[in-house]
């Protein structure tokens, strides 16, 4: 019998500290992020700080394909509700873009200005002023936080307009945090004060799924422990409560680059979140 149990919860959800070479990021993200968006804004193929609400990080990018929009692509950043923004992942709209979607990629308010309930009502609001903007299905997907709160708008008590929430065909939650209980002990939790209550009513994973919701949960292969258990924890839980879930574990990724696919139109990450 093999016992299972946590007793350094920090180093459980500690990403750098366990990944090799771990200091290239963020300047890996960076870079490549600044020079798409240069790209397509010389192409007029990009839409920048659209504002969706009042305070100042509500603002999200709209980046565009050469024709006519399919449907419209949401990534939500990551960064444990607390860092990075819109800015250091404007390159991940590629894949999207390249097969004809509109990518919109929102930053929100940080933790701790704000309760990660609060994020959620952002991220409502920018996914709807993005939904007005372009027509056709919605596909949503989110790294890490991001993945949460992906996740989170596709529950029965998510802040999206009925019409908003039929559009959408397909959530892909990458490395996702969706039951944030655990997160509780950490030290990070001086910053995010998930207490209880928070965790039990915006956790997905304690969250009943929309009707007719289709998620699939990717992680990297490398991933701490607690990702892979968290990226199977939200597919199992959500196929008993009717909706249609996989689970894919990528080999040979980690917390870092687990995202990358999403650059390109032709990789199964990016094949996935827009498949219908």
């Known amino acids: 019998m093999l016992d299972h149990r946590i007793a350094d919860w920090d180093n459980a959800y500690a990403n750098g500290a366990n990944i090799a070479g771990s200091d290239r990021w963020p300047a890996a993200w960076a870079e490549p992020a600044q020079a798409f ?30 024709s006519a929009p399919r449907g419209l692509v949401v990534f939500i950043h990551g960064g444990y509700w607390m860092e990075t923004d819109k800015s250091l992942w404007s390159h991940l709209a590629g894949g999207g873009v390249d097969s004809g979607f509109a990518v919109a990629m929102p930053s929100y308010t940080q933790c701790p200005d704000i309760r990660i309930a609060g994020i959620v009502s952002e991220i409502g609001a920018a996914i709807g002023k993005a939904a007005t903007m372009v027509g056709g299905p919605l596909m949503l997907t989110g790294h890490s936080a991001g993945g949460h709160l992906a996740s989170r708008m596709v529950t029965e008590t998510a802040p999206l307009v009925p019409d908003v ?14 039951d944030l209980r655990p997160l509780m002990p950490t030290d990070m939790n001086a910053v995010l004060k998930i207490d209880e209550h928070e965790a039990l009513t915006e956790s997905p994973a304690l969250l009943r799924p929309m009707d007719g919701v289709r998620i699939t949960c990717w992680v990297g292969g490398g991933e701490r422990s607690e990702f892979l258990r968290q990226n199977a924890l939200l597919a199992n ?18 917390h870092y680059d687990v995202v990358d696919g999403l650059a390109d139109p032709a ?10």
Do not use: C, K, M
């Open 37 to 66: 968006r240069d790209a397509l804004s010389a192409q007029g193929r990009a839409r920048l700080d659209i504002a969706y609400g009042d305070r100042p990080r509500n603002r999200f990018d709209l980046f565009l394909p050469n």
């Open 165 to 178: 929430a039929r559009r959408i065909r397909h959530v892909v939650s990458i490395s996702g945090l969706h």
């Open 237 to 254: 839980i959500w196929t008993g409560l009717g909706a249609t879930t996989s689970a894919v574990v990528e080999p040979d990724r980690h």
């Open 267 to 276: 990789h199964a990450l990016t094949r996935t979140l827009i498949s219908e």
